[in-house]
């Protein structure tokens, strides 16, 4: 049986369109996997706190020698590594906030990227990621168009997602970028153009 994780990063909970992007996603896996779970993960619902000091000590702590508050301090941490650990596939939907992702969503990447865990460092200085979900996913939004424009430089929310994508070695298979929906005469063609690219996307799994 398959699972997929679905991460969702909006503070909107009704008429977000990266939220509905990912409704349409999720609704096509499930016909490639009339079967399979989806974990949800709304980092609206569940408040991931932002890095404490007590937390990153305790992650350079090897757990035979943590104390209770060590473990205390990273087990939110251990909850979401292992969490995202157990998906077959991952889904990030996440709207564009002042060029960037959403603070919730940097406190939950705080909180996974983690040595030892999600990558790894060798004695020559060299990551490896140590992820290996068969494939992962993002949906961007965002109310302007960048893609083409001068816009397109001020957009760090999807190089940010690609790298640390690929740091953790998430398999990324796709962006799905959703732009210009403050503007109701090209959101329309816009999300019938991303939905087509769920669906191939999907059918090629």
């Known amino acids: 049986m398959k699972t997929l994780l679905r991460i969702d990063a909006s503070l909107r909970k009704e008429g977000s369109h990266s939220r509905a992007l990912a409704d ?3 609704i096509n896996w499930k016909k490639k996997y009339p079967g399979g779970e989806v974990l949800y993960r709304d980092l609206t619902n569940t408040q991931i706190p932002h890095l404490q000091n007590e937390t990153v000590q305790a992650f350079h702590i090897p757990k035979s020698e943590q ?7 990273v087990a939110l941490s251990d909850a979401l590594i292992e969490e995202l650990q157990s ?15 959403p603070s ?3 406190s939950y990447l705080d909180h996974i990227v983690r040595s030892g865990y999600t990558f ?6 060299s990551y490896k990621g140590l992820l290996d979900s068969e494939a992962a996913y993002i ?5 302007e168009t960048y893609k083409g424009t001068s816009m397109e430089a001020l957009d760090f929310q999807e190089p940010y997602l690609k790298s640390i994508f690929g740091f953790m070695g998430l398999k990324l298979k796709a962006i799905f970028s959703l732009e210009a929906t403050a503007h109701p005469n090209l959101l329309e063609n816009n999300l019938r153009v991303q939905k087509d690219s769920i669906r191939k996307e999907l059918m090629m799994l």
């Open 67 to 73: 104390t209770g508050n060590n473990k205390l301090a």
């Open 104 to 106: 919730t969503l940097k």
């Open 24 to 26: 349409f996603f999720e």
């Open 87 to 101: 998906a077959d596939h991952v889904l990030i939907s996440s709207p564009l906030y002042n060029l960037n992702v």
């Open 120 to 125: 790894s460092v060798s004695e020559d200085g």
């Open 139 to 143: 949906i961007t939004t965002k109310g």
